[in-house]
């Protein structure tokens, strides 16, 4: 969603939003307003890992969301290691 720091888990068979994904932990308050929100994601089904970026940030996140969806772990592709937690919520 533009300008929201989440993502939606959306049911391939139905199309219905099942929960969302708070990934506003992946970068700093001042970094959102320097490089504002996501706008790419990518899903590497082969092991099941998701890439989140934006427009304007300077690096890449690897997330991986727990199967209990209650918390995340991103990876910065890049010369820093940043971990987190956020929330799945419906």
Known sequence: MWTRYRIARISPATGQVLSWIDISGLLS???RLLYGSPNGIAYDAQHDRIFVTGKRWPSVFEIRVQS???AMRSIRLGN?????AASAYD
Do not use: G, K, T
């Open 68 to 70: 209990d969806a209650s």
């Open 29 to 31: 308050p001042l970094e």
């Open 80 to 84: 820093e290691h940043r971990s987190f």
